[in-house]
Nanobody, 122 residues
Framework: QVQLVESGGGLVQAGGSLRLSCAAS????????MGWFRQAPGKEREFVAALDRRGSSTYYADSVKGRFSISRDNAKNTVYLQMNSLKPEDTAVYYC???????????????WGQGTQITVSS
């Protein structure tokens, strides 16, 4: 069982930056691949970024490539999402998730956090 808790959300102006953190419980954090997803109002949850167990392989959605960066610190059981050059269309609830297969599909992740709201004002 893994429990995930996101933090770092808030309100930011367009062009600004935020860093999300996701702290995981348990001693097996390094066994999981980690991902970030987001869900905007009235839209389906979508993939944002994913990272393998060692932090050496990453995937990004085209919409955030070059602006967002995912990383992890296995010693701290934490995964991060650095978000730069934020746009109003990045407004959403952001969820971290852990799984066993490095991928972009929700069904590949078995544990989810409660989400944190990001609002980007124009």
């Amino acid at each position: 069982q893994v429990q995930l808790v996101e933090s770092g959300g808030g309100l930011v102006q367009a062009g600004g930056s935020l860093r999300l953190s996701c702290a995981a419980s348990g001693r097996t954090f390094s066994s999981y691949v980690m991902g970030w997803f987001r869900q905007a109002p009235g839209k389906e949850r979508e993939f944002v970024a994913a990272l393998d167990r060692r932090g050496s392989s990453t995937y990004y959605a085209d919409s955030v490539k070059g602006r967002f960066s995912i990383s992890r610190d296995n010693a701290k059981n934490t995964v991060y999402l650095q978000m730069n050059s934020l746009k109003p269309e990045d407004t959403a609830v952001y969820y971290c998730a852990s799984g066993w297969v490095l991928g972009t599909k929700m069904e590949e992740y078995g544990y989810w956090g409660q989400g944190t709201q990001i609002t980007v004002s124009s």
